[in-house]
């Protein structure tokens, strides 16, 4: 399950309530959806998508031989319409869809962010017709002039597995992540990570708890932000001076 501590820290500092027994730490969010695969993907089965989506959650679902169908999306995020569409497939059990995998926040590839109204309308259709959604999270606490929105998992967390990482606040290499789940699937993820790996390594997570216990992201992480922040402008003003 991973360290107590940790789990602790996690169920404590997400915006909706999150008993720590619902934290599981992977080594890397990307385990996470390697385990999400593996629990919930059958051959054949169909998933949903966002186009374009992560190359990496494809890799992590591909071994498990799915069917993947793309939903619609503009500047808001994937339209709720097309979802309900897509999840309900030929009409037969056999074609609704697993799941939708969505990234919310600065969408790997568009770098795009869900409005409020898009995340409270996709989270209450998905609930309306018992989608499960597979929210990824890595980028969320990199904002840089207002946070994004509530996750979708704060507003229906028994539909939701929830992934995060401390890769993007932290360090890339001490590979680090967790999965929030619902408690009926929890044990599912629990024997696939078993069977993956038995456990995280313990001295990484005991490293990450020692370095955030006493209040360092709060400080931390507006700073990388401010870093993040320069950076974007100088590329952007490099772009507009020598290609527009």
């Known amino acids: 399950e991973g360290l107590p501590v940790l789990r602790q820290f996690i169920a404590d500092h997400?915006?909706?309530n999150v008993d720590p027994d619902q934290v599981l730490i992977t080594t890397g969010s990307q385990q996470g959806l390697d385990l999400v695969a593996k629990i919930l993907i059958d051959t054949g089965s169909r998933?949903?998508?966002?186009?374009?989506?992560?190359?990496?959650?494809?890799?992590?679902?591909t071994p498990m031989e799915p069917r993947v169908a793309n939903v619609a999306c503009d500047e808001q995020g994937p339209d709720p319409e097309d979802l309900a569409r897509q999840a309900i497939g030929d009409g037969s059990a056999a074609d609704r869809a697993?799941?939708?995998?969505?990234?919310?926040?600065?969408?790997?590839?568009?770098?795009?962010?869900?409005t409020e109204e898009r995340r409270a309308a996709l989270?209450?259709?998905?609930?309306?017709?018992?989608?499960?959604?597979?929210?990824?999270?890595?980028?969320?606490?990199?904002?840089?002039d207002a946070p994004p929105a509530l996750p979708l998992?704060?507003?229906n967390p028994e539909?939701?597995?929830?992934?995060g990482s401390f890769s993007k606040v932290v360090s890339p290499g001490l590979r680090l992540g967790y999965i929030v789940a619902?408690?009926?699937?929890?044990?599912?993820?629990?024997?696939?990570?078993?069977?993956?790996?038995?456990?995280?390594?313990?001295?990484?997570q005991r490293m990450v708890a020692e370095v955030i216990k006493d209040g360092f992201l709060d400080t931390h992480v507006p700073k990388i932000?401010?870093?993040?922040?320069?950076?974007?402008?100088?590329?952007?003003?490099?772009?507009?001076?020598e290609f527009a």
């Not at 539909?159 to 992934?163: A, D, F």
């Not at 599912?188 to 390594?201: E, I, R, S, V």
């Open 47 to 61: 998933i949903l998508v966002e186009t374009p989506t992560y190359l990496g959650a494809l890799q992590a679902f």
């Open 14 to 16: 997400l915006p909706w």
């Open 159 to 163: 539909n939701t597995i929830y992934l």
């Open 225 to 241: 932000r401010a870093l993040y922040k320069a950076q974007c402008e100088a590329m952007l003003a490099a772009l507009e001076r």
């Open 123 to 144: 989270a209450a259709k998905a609930a309306e017709i018992g989608l499960p959604i597979v929210e990824d999270n890595p980028y969320g606490d990199l904002w840089f």
């Open 182 to 204: 619902p408690k009926a699937i929890y044990p599912k993820l629990l024997q696939a990570k078993q069977a993956a790996d038995l456990h995280t390594p313990t001295f990484n």
């Open 98 to 114: 697993r799941f939708v995998y969505l990234l919310p926040n600065f969408q790997n590839p568009t770098g795009r962010t869900m």
């Open 153 to 155: 998992a704060a507003r």
